[in-house]
């Protein structure tokens, strides 16, 4: 892929799946003991991998994905062991290691059966950390998790990348639209969604609410405040911008839609409004899964800790009487399935 198509694929069009080609790869140059870091085929994630390894000798083991991201993968259904175990065969990948270990993407532990690849493979597969930008520290510290390396960061970083690249998508018909019917409007229906938009995933973790359609509400809502007011003031008239009260109301719709996982964890009101009306998957990008928060069979857990090393946002925490694991934070667990997934026990489960 060159370099143009990468920077337009990660910044303007996440949205759509865009496929990287599979099999092994060698960075630099890997021998028989080299480490094997596993990777979805969405063109992005091999890139952004790729980069981060560079000066390093490694295999990457490049598994299909339909050319979705890790998580949305994993989720979905597209990115499971099935495809590793295909990637890790058809790419003759015992022939080139003498080691029999591989490291996975983190996010990717709500649709990953380690034991059936060690079953399937023979290849043991442990979870790395969540970012590609920690995967030399991991490598350097002997494939050892350092603090935090598990969590997924939705800091000011993310949300900025993660602004541009989710939203543009939107912006663009409608902007052609008006550029073509009302060009003299272009300009502050441009100002009004960026600025919505802007605020809504800087202060992504301030907004009060704990899903994505209330947050951008409330800060809509601050935008209706201001044109009502202007108006008033102007024109003596407080609904004298109407148009513009009614598009920024349907900002919120469009840009709170489906925040989970982009600016912040949060649960995804998309696909849970698609629950409710009883469409429960759709295409390779959902697939029918449980949605709610986590519930823990404490009879059931033997504490071996799993959950928490793959949670992405810590929700569990050890109960240092009985020494099992606790839902610590119950209330910010956004329905991703990875702990539900990984538990030997069955110990856990979503539920609304
Ligand atoms: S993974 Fe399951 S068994 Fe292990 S500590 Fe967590 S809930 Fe308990
Ligand atoms: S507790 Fe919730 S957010 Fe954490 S891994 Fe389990 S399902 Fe995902």
């Given at each position: 892929m060159s370099a143009l198509t990468t920077f337009l694929m990660g910044h303007f069009m996440r949205w759509f799946p865009h496929r990287a080609e599979t099999g092994l790869r060698a960075v630099g140059?890997?021998?028989?003991?080299s480490p094997v870091l596993v990777s979805c085929n969405y063109t992005l994630s091999v890139a952004r991998l790729v980069r981060e390894l560079e000066g390093l000798d490694v295999w990457v083991l490049v598994a299909q994905?339909?050319?979705?991201?890790v998580w949305c993968a994993a989720c979905g259904g597209e990115f499971t062991d099935h495809q590793v175990i295909s990637a890790v065969k058809t790419s003759r990948l015992s022939e080139k290691v003498r080691h029999r270990r591989l490291i996975l993407p983190a996010l990717c532990a709500p649709g990953m059966d380690v034991k059936n690849i060690r079953d399937k493979t023979g290849f043991r597969a442990r979870f790395g950390p969540a970012?590609?930008?920690d995967i030399r520290a991991y490598l350097d510290a002997g494939m050892k998790k350092l603090e935090g390396m598990q969590r997924k960061d939705f800091g000011i970083g993310h949300r900025m990348d993660m602004l541009v690249s989710m939203n543009f998508v939107w912006w663009a018909p409608v902007a052609a639209a008006f550029a073509i019917f009302w060009p003299e409007h272009l300009f502050h229906f441009s100002v009004l969604f960026w600025g919505t938009a802007l605020g809504v995933y800087v202060l992504f973790p301030w907004?009060?609410?704990?899903?994505g359609w209330t947050k951008a509400f409330i800060v809509t809502l601050v935008l209706v405040a201001g044109y009502v007011g202007a108006g008033r003031i102007v024109?003596?008239?407080?609904?004298?911008?109407w148009p513009w009260i009614v598009g920024a109301a349907l900002l919120t719709a469009m840009i709170g839609m489906d925040l989970g996982g982009t600016a912040g964890p949060v649960p995804s009101d998309a696909e849970e409004a698609l629950h409710r009306m009883g469409v429960k998957s759709m295409g390779s990008f959902m697939k029918e899964k449980a949605i709610g928060r986590v519930t823990l069979d404490r009879e059931a857990?033997?504490?071996?800790f799993t959950c928490n090393g793959v949670c992405p946002i810590g929700v569990f925490g050890r109960d240092?009487?009985?020494?099992k694991t606790r839902l610590?934070?119950?209330?910010?667990?956004?329905?991703?399935?990875a702990c539900v997934k990984q538990c030997p026990e069955r110990a856990l489960r979503l539920a609304s």
């Open positions: 140059h890997p021998d028989e003991n994905s339909s050319g979705i991201n970012e590609a930008s907004v009060p609410g704990r899903r024109h003596d008239d407080p609904f004298f911008y857990c033997t504490g071996c240092p009487v009985v020494r610590a934070r119950r209330g910010d667990c956004f329905s991703c399935g």
